[in-house]
């Protein structure tokens, strides 16, 4: 069974638990959003505590996907600071690993995962992504659909894998001025979607998402339609099949201050009775 349909939830309600010593990542905090029962892939928030050190050369044997939300991890010789992301293979050796400062970090294992410190087996260097600073970039330049309804709009890809056709990718959108804008079509993808929204906020029938707001749609299922009164950046994920968009022709209106009426998992389910409305960042 794949992952349930989580739409969506404020990570903030979520547990945070340490990772034991037998963990690739021992001593760091972390947070599940949602996790594969077969596969063992899981896209979780990890919290790196300052000092945190693997200090001998070794490498992961799964991938490993991340994107810094703030601190810095460092990774041999490379700094990945606040916006930075990467997609490290299988196999790709890392000198050492170290969050002298701490970091928290939005991370995607593909599957079980652990540090092995004996010998090297290489990694496909087809699939890396050895570092992407988004913080340093003037423009995002990548072209946006233009059946998205919103002003301001900026992509940054991140990712593009040739084989499968999954995608990540950075999403800005402007604040929209609800006067102007009050409809915009729904939407279906054949594959999973999935967002962290990083700042910002956005309204759709389920409620409104604000900053640290995630959901993991299975393909298939028509959304929206959306929009953002205070403007948002999104960082979004495609997986399970390449990316393409159905589009419906009419438009509908769009609710701006929807009710809290998620989509979650059993586990989660107690979550559906309150919206978030703290401060905390994640
Ligand atoms: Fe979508």
Known sequence: MARAHLEFIQSQV????????????????????SKDPESGAVSVVLKYPAGFEIARPHYLDNDEEFFVLDGELRIGETAY????????????PRANMTAPNGATVLTFF???????????????????????????RKTWGDS????????GLQKLMLRLDEKTGERTWLLNMGPTDRAVVTAAPLET???V?????L????????????????????????????????????????????????WTDR?????????????????????AATEYRGTDPY
């Open 144 to 151: 946006v659909d233009p059946k998205v309804v919103g002003a």
């Open 193 to 197: 979607e999935e967002l962290f929204l």
């Open 251 to 271: 438009a509908e209106t769009i609710v701006w201050d929807a009710p809290y009426r998620p989509t979650l998992p059993s586990t989660l389910a107690s979550h």
């Open 14 to 33: 979520l547990a945070w638990f340490t990772l034991p010593d037998t963990a690739a990542r021992p001593g760091v905090a972390c947070k599940v959003l």
């Open 189 to 191: 993808h054949p594959h």
């Open 81 to 92: 600071g606040a916006h930075s992301y990467a997609y490290l293979p299988d196999g790709y």
């Open 199 to 246: 700042g910002g906020e956005i309204s759709m029938p389920q409620g409104v998402l604000r900053r640290g707001a995630y959901f993991w749609r299975p393909g298939g299922i028509q959304h929206g339609p959306i929009g953002s009164l205070a403007g948002c950046t999104c960082f979004f994920r495609c997986k399970e099949g390449p990316f393409s968009t159905d």
């Open 110 to 136: 593909e599957g079980p995962h652990k540090n092995v410190f004996e010998g090297a087996k290489g990694c496909d260097r087809a699939k890396l992504v050895e570092r992407i600073a988004a913080a340093d």
